[in-house]
């Protein structure tokens, strides 16, 4: 049966924000003389930022260490097929040139795009030949060569998986692309995908989605061998969380339709501004949204992590004086319903789930600044500085993340604000 693609278009549709890096699967490739050979499969991703991207590279690092095996990330529309498509390409390159000429793109079924291998001339685009005509693709070979040996090598398509994901912790308006050519991953990330749209009724856009890798059996022509492939979900204590308000807004006599699905999650923060951006109707939504935007960065301690990350970012290079230290350090225990004895013990744990350090001397001044951008600290009637309501929420959240973390605690089987007394 032919492998059809997911999604037809997308590659052929400028986005109208910057894509600035890479993420994969593999280690790089290997070169020896002329040939290059592939890299070998890893069990994290292998992130690489473009030129000129030194911020955002350490402000990732920063979220999520330099072998990340998960990350948080967010889809930038909510339709998947402006986001994630999937074709069977097949590229050939010149001897001693840097980069690959795609030949071939069709979806397992009918081509999309051909090209002569040999005069570069296209005898197939956007799906039609020059007579207008659909071309069949069945798998054979699309163009063949000669290897040093006179032999005659074919050339075959294979799949080529791409995902477009904005990354809330770098605090941009730019996309990074996922590569896969796994036909396992592009099972998962489809039917993923589609799973926490349906559930969260019919939205995706903005959901803090938990990318990760996780080694599994397949099966293969050789037999069956151990797997690292790309998995996604929805945050799960976000999901908890719109799930219990569902739950609540369901009971009967408050005339709430459990069919209309969870409320959209709260996207404005990461909206830039640009043509791609504007769709029919999403300006009015954006608005209504913003009520709950509060409640729901409150909820993912990964996604709150990735939050702070952004803020260390922001303040690289800068330095923190004493007074700003000390103030970072008090705020973070006033957020904490507990004896003074255990505050100082409970902002170790936070500053060690947040940054991977616990003591405030080995954080450097942009932490420092990073808390007080998060917690937001204000002078009340008393004289005295409060952190917000919010910042106190979410660093209780981080909290108690930290303890589940280190094994203290077990998972809650209820929802957050169950589970974590506030």
Known sequence: MPIQSIIKGLSDRGMAFPEIGSIRKGSAKVKNGDKESMGKNLDYFRVVFDEGEAEAARAFEAAFTDKPKQFIAVLPFNEIERCWDFWREAYVRAKGSAGGMMIHRCDGEYVNFARDPQTKEITVINGLDKQGRKVACHGEPVASYKNHKGETVN?????????????????????MVLHTTSWYD???????????????????IGVPLIVKRRKVEINTPYGRRMESLVFIE???????????????????GNGFDPRTALPAPATQALQPS?????????????????????????????????????????????????????????????????????????????????????SSKELGGAHHLAILDWLKPDRGEDGKYHPSDLGAKEA???????????????????????????
């Open 155 to 175: 050339i075959c398509c294979r799949q080529v998986g791409r995902l477009r994901l904005i990354v809330p912790a770098l605090g941009r308006s730019a996309y």
């Open 186 to 204: 592009v099972q998962n990330i489809t039917g993923n995908l589609e799973s926490i749209r349906e559930l969260h009724g019919g939205r995706i």
């Open 234 to 252: 929805a945050d799960s204590i976000w999901v908890k969380a719109k799930l219990a308000q569902m739950h609540q807004q369901a009971l009967p």
């Open 274 to 358: 640009g043509p791609e951006w504007t769709e029919v109707g999403e300006e009015e939504e954006v608005e209504i949204e913003e009520e709950s935007a509060s409640e729901a960065d409150a909820l993912s301690p990964e996604s709150i992590r990735a939050k702070v990350a952004g803020f260390v970012g922001a303040r690289q290079g800068q330095a923190a004086n004493a007074k700003q230290i000390g103030l970072a350090c008090s705020m973070l225990e006033a957020c904490y319903n507990a004896d003074a004895d255990l505050k100082k013990e409970m902002r170790h744990r936070t500053f060690k789930f947040l940054f991977g350090v616990g």
């Open 396 to 422: 209780r959240i981080v909290e108690h993340a930290a303890l589940m973390s280190e094994g203290q605690l077990e998972l809650p089987a209820v929802g957050v604000e169950e589970s974590i007394p506030f």
